[in-house]
T-cell receptor, first 116, second 112 residues
Framework: GAVVSQHPSWVICKSGTSVKIECRSLDFQATTMFWYRQFPKQSLMLMATSNEGSKATYEQGVEKDKFLINHASLTLSTLTVTSAHPEDSSFYIC????????????FGPGTRLTVL | ELKVEQNPLFLSMQEGKNYTIYCNYSTTSDRLYWYRQDPGKSLESLFVLLSNGAVKQEGRLMASLDTKARLSTLHITAAVHDLSATYFCAVERKSSGDKLTFGTGTRLAVRP
């Protein structure tokens, strides 16, 4: 149980285009979803936290107009990278919580974004 | 601001040897997690430590938590090549909305 999927698993796009990444909780309802970014050989950095039906809360330094997050249902959150640039190339990982008694986060498989 | 540090950052060890990875954090926490990450992959949950003195073991890995010292350890016993990966600890605080703050990561390479 507690499976989280992401789509796509990898994406290559041209500079200036927008890319949407989906995060789904497959067998539970996620009260909260989290989006992380990981650059090569670095740790995970939290970008934002989203709750179903409400606006996402962004971490300091993360541009909310560039990284649009929508948490439309208890099983789906999307991250849209708008006007992507090469410096946005990274590994994006989502997680979801809401199934365990202590709100453990369950991680998706990640999406590798390459912006040319 | 919560800071989580791991050491060492990189560890090359021989098969069969024992070693410990340390995770220090700067403020009180509610829970501590250990994860494994293989190259190009996402995180695999290893342990969740819920209270002071908690000790958990799975195979060749054992994790412990000392909340008074703000320290968690991940001990590797008789390392094998399959344990080669990057290991992260992460600290969770209820006061921050259950957000996780990740450590710097320890890249483990087990050589024959």
């Amino acid at each position: 149980g507690a499976v989280v999927s992401q789509h796509p698993s990898w994406v290559i796009c041209k500079s200036g285009t927008s890319v949407k990444i989906e995060c789904r909780s497959l067998d539970f309802q996620a009260t909260t979803m989290f989006w992380y970014r990981q650059f090569p050989k670095q740790s995970l950095m939290l970008m934002a936290t989203s709750n179903e039906g409400s606006k996402a809360t962004y971490e300091q330094g993360v541009e909310k107009d560039k990284f649009l997050i929508n948490h439309a249902s208890l099983t789906l959150s999307t991250l849209t990278v708008t006007s992507a640039h090469p410096e946005d190339s990274s590994f994006y990982i989502c997680s979801a919580s809401g199934v365990s008694s202590y709100n453990e986060q369950f991680f998706g498989p990640g999406t590798r974004l390459t912006v040319l | 601001e919560l800071k989580v540090e791991q050491n060492p950052l990189f560890l090359s060890m021989q098969e069969g040897k024992n070693y410990t990875i340390y995770c220090n954090y700067s403020t009180t926490s509610d829970r501590l997690y250990w994860y494994r990450q293989d190259p190009g992959k996402s995180l695999e949950s290893l342990f969740v430590l819920l209270s002071n003195g908690a000790v958990k073991q799975e195979g060749r890995l054992m994790a412990s938590l000392d909340t008074k010292a703000r320290l968690s350890t991940l001990h590797i016993t008789a390392a094998v090549h399959d344990l080669s990966a990057t290991y992260f600890c992460a600290v969770e605080r209820k006061s921050s909305g259950d957000k996780l703050t990740f450590g710097t990561g320890t890249r483990l390479a087990v050589r024959p």
